[in-house]
């Protein structure tokens, strides 16, 4: 199987080690369709108190969710590979391979230094890191958009979030769906006791064909029972997103054991974990938008929920 080589920087030191991405891992995402529904469902549900401009950004942030596979273009790859190589990371962690400290770095570099130390060979993904910091970002935006002097100001401003706000769509849209959170992405690996399928494409079947053919925003609305949270802090509210993401990894497997989810599934289990998952996402992705909305207005990471 051909690989993408690419460097990744190990903290302070550059220290460099050379990791490969599988072509299997490069296509591996919910799907146009599934995307946009998050960012429209998170969108939908927004308390009034957001900011009118963010609220009435919904089609935009919808369409933004997709982006970062878009950049995965391979026209764009063929004429040179710098950006394909250097976000492809960025989608998944693998959380069986991360030691438990690496969470606890103080950022992305660290973290990878962490990793290394526990002689872990294989990069286990920085999707937890890249949520956090564009969450981090986004509250900068929403900082400078409350001092800002004049109408211009806040207009540049508030393109700047409604991107940067999109585009962290993404990510927690994927942490969402088990197969992101696991060595076991596409098919079972390794020791097999309970005989789950290893099955290349199953990711693919499950969070692209089945979702695009079966999904519909009402039922995933419908899901979205719990009311906006602060997420506080976020980098520990990102780390039980995804262990929870995780903890449902067996069932996935389970649910395709007794019905396969393809196309032409007709089984209501099946339907019921994909919205869940989907509604899981929504909320989560709700709950940073309105958790960097209402703790930029304070130096501490605290704000009252509506």
């Known amino acids: 199987m051909s690989e993408i080589h690419r460097l990744a920087a190990f903290g302070l030191g550059f220290a460099f080690v050379s990791f490969a991405e599988p072509v299997h891992r490069t296509a591996m995402f919910w799907g146009d369709h599934g995307h946009r529904m998050v960012g429209s469902a998170a969108a939908a549900k927004l308390p009034v108190a957001m900011p009118a401009f963010f609220r ?50 103080e950022n992305r570099y660290a973290y990878l230094d962490s990793i290394q130390a526990a002689g872990v060979k294989e990069n286990p993904g920085m999707l937890n890191f890249q949520i ?20 211009q100001t806040r207009a540049f401003i508030e393109a700047r979030i409604i991107n940067d706000a999109g585009i962290l769509g993404h990510y927690v849209a994927d942490g969402s769906n088990p197969h992101h959170t696991t060595v076991h992405h596409d098919g079972w690996v390794g020791e097999n006791p309970r005989g789950y399928t290893t099955e290349r494409g199953f990711h693919s079947r499950f969070e692209s064909i089945y979702v695009r053919t079966h999904m519909k925003l009402p039922e995933v609305l419908a899901l979205m029972t719990a ?11 990102v ?30 289990e099946n339907r019921q974990f994909a919205a869940e998952r989907l509604a899981a996402g929504a909320e989560m992705l709700r709950d940073l938008w309105w958790t960097a909305w209402t703790t930029s207005a304070h130096d501490s990471a605290t704000a009252r929920n509506p």
């Open 56 to 105: 009435k950004a919904a089609p935009q942030l919808s369409y933004l969710n997709p982006e970062p596979d878009r950049w995965r273009d391979r026209a764009e790859s063929r004429l040179d590979p710098a950006m394909t190589g250097a976000y492809w990371s960025e989608h998944f962690v693998d959380l069986e391979l991360v030691p438990p400290a690496a969470f606890l770095a």
């Open 132 to 151: 956090l910091e564009l969450t981090q970002r986004l509250r900068v935006g929403f900082r400078l958009w409350r001092a800002a002097k004049t109408p």
């Open 227 to 237: 009311p906006v949270t602060v997420r506080s802090p976020v980098r520990d509210s």
């Open 239 to 268: 780390q039980s997103y995804l262990n929870r993401s995780h903890a449902e990894l067996e069932r996935l497997y389970q649910i395709d054991a007794r019905t396969r989810f393809d196309s032409n599934t007709t089984s209501p």
